[in-house]
């Protein structure tokens, strides 16, 4: 059975999750697309090429059967993709392909190629509408919802980007048990990660929940957050747990690790800051390393000028950085810290 989350950020869109979801995705996003003009608009999906080749037959049946025109552009996954090259790249294709502003991208893949599609959905022609086929555990609990889109600059991660939100999300969570092992550990991190900052009970259950649980669950927690915080400068900041020295250690890696593993890491170090300054309650460090271990995540990763890497941060400001800091399982506060007062606690 599909089930919908409402994201209450403008209008409001929803998020449909479960078993055969991709098989219903005409009919979803053509509803969805509907809400502004009477005619069928067109379609163009990218896809990276894994989920293109996997499940892009299944979701084009769907489109078909309601009338849709639909063009397909694939490029590679990971976080490679996002890059000023690809965006001119699609840009020239969508307008070789003759997409106008009425017209409707699709983002069908991981985060990355979320990342990427929406950020030219929010550019090419100052904004065409967009729907999220995250096809990634981590894309479907995370970065397919809340409107965040962006891409990298040198090794700065995530440095260009805009808020847009999609007209809906379709998670189909049967195409979750063709992902490598390394990728559903890597998508539990995020899990941990809003157990951790909000809800304690998820926290302790995660290991008994079946992965569309799991999506539903966090997703759940991820649009209480977005609906309050659009444009991330309240408490949607507390999403970024773990993700200060996550996206440090991601870069310091060469993108070895993913972005799963780094945030891993990087909440295991920003709870040991939090014992170091006394603010957490004892055993919090240890409780969140055992539960990311338990998902065989990595917890620790010995690497030089993290604090250097950490100061070209989009959160930092005024000689220091905005840091998310575990009190206890389920709760966290923001401090800022200056950047040599963090080098001494790390």
């Known amino acids: 059975m599909i089930k919908t989350v409402k994201i209450v ?15 219903e995705g ?12 009477k005619a069928m608009p067109k379609l163009c999906v ?3 090429e894994a989920a293109a080749g996997l499940y892009y037959l299944r979701l084009k049946r769907s489109l078909d059967a309601v009338g849709f025109e639909t063009e397909l552009i694939t490029v590679s996954g990971g976080e490679g993709v996002k890059t000023f090259d690809t965006a001119a790249y699609l840009y020239k294709r969508l307008a070789e392909l003759g997409v106008r502003r009425g017209d409707v991208l699709v983002a069908f893949g991981g985060g990355a190629v979320g990342d990427i599609v929406g950020f030219v959905a929010a550019t090419y022609m100052r904004g065409v509408r967009l729907v999220h086929v995250p096809t990634t555990l981590l894309a479907q609990i995370d970065s397919s919802i809340g409107g965040k889109s962006a891409i990298d600059v040198g090794e700065v991660k995530n440095l260009a980007g805009a808020f847009w939100q999609p007209v809906c999300v379709i998670s189909d969570t049967t195409v979750l048990k063709t992902l490598p092992e390394r990728q559903l550990r890597s998508g539990m991190a995020e899990a941990v990660k809003y157990g951790c900052i909000a809800d304690r009970t998820l926290f302790e259950e995660l290991s008994k929940l079946s992965l569309e649980e799991t999506v539903l669950r966090c997703v759940k927690i991820k649009a209480d957050y977005v609906s309050r915080d659009v444009f991330d400068t309240g408490v949607r900041r507390e999403l970024n747990f773990g ?15 993913t972005h799963g593993e780094a945030v891993a890491i990087g909440m295991v170090m920003a709870a040991k800051i939090a014992a170091r300054l006394g603010i957490s309650d004892k055993g919090t460090e240890a409780a969140i390393a055992g539960r990311l271990e338990e998902f065989g995540l990595p917890t620790g990763y010995d690497a030089e000028n993290l604090t250097d890497r950490i100061k070209s941060d989009k959160k930092s400001e005024l000689g220091g950085i905005n840091m998310v800091l575990p009190t206890k399982i389920g709760e966290v506060v923001i401090r800022n810290l200056s950047f040599e007062r963090l080098g001494e606690l790390m």
């Open 9 to 23: 950020i403008g209008g409001g869109y929803n998020a449909y999750i479960g078993e055969g979801a991709l098989d």
């Open 26 to 37: 005409g009919i979803i996003i053509r509803d969805a697309a509907a809400l502004c003009q």
């Open 46 to 48: 990218i896809a990276d």
């Open 243 to 257: 993700h200060t020295f996550g996206h440090a250690v991601e870069a310091a890696s060469g993108y070895g690790l």
